[in-house]
């Protein structure tokens, strides 16, 4: 059974860092195609980074794109998301997600498309 255990998250001021981790269990990372996403308050949960399963291709919301860094470790079935120069609008809970073997079409940025959840993590930027 494929589980999904987050780390990390917490407070942190404005223009500071956080690292957010995802532990895979249960298979083999290399087949996944890896995501995060983050919920704000009264709001869907939204696309934050995707990370290919087959070929090295990460892909950012544009709200983050240069300032979060996502990164997979096949080997240690990890998978990681740096968090840089955050704002307080990056504040929401954030979650990994994962896919066994995407098929064609696999909508990376579509919540939807993805079986496997963390629990979520709370994120709170202080201005």
């Known amino acids: 059974q494929v589980q999904l255990r987050q780390s990390g998250g917490g407070l942190v001021q404005a223009g500071g860092s956080l690292r957010l981790s995802c532990q895979l269990s249960?298979?083999?990372?290399?087949?996944?195609?890896l995501g995060w996403f983050r919920q704000k308050p009264g709001t869907e949960r939204e696309f934050v980074a995707h990370m290919s399963s087959v070929i090295s291709w990460t892909t950012y919301a544009e709200a983050v794109k240069g300032r979060f860094t996502a990164s997979r470790n096949n080997l240690q079935n990890t998978y990681h998301l740096e968090m840089n120069n955050l704002l307080p609008e990056d504040t929401a809970v954030y979650f990994c997600?994962?896919?066994?073997?995407?098929?064609?079409?696999?909508?990376?940025?579509?919540?939807?498309?993805?079986?496997?959840w963390g629990r979520g993590t709370q994120v709170t930027v202080s201005s």
């Open positions: 997600a994962a896919h066994f073997k995407p098929a064609s079409g696999f909508q990376w940025f579509n919540k939807t498309s993805y079986r496997y």
């Open positions: 249960g298979r083999g990372m290399s087949e996944f195609a």
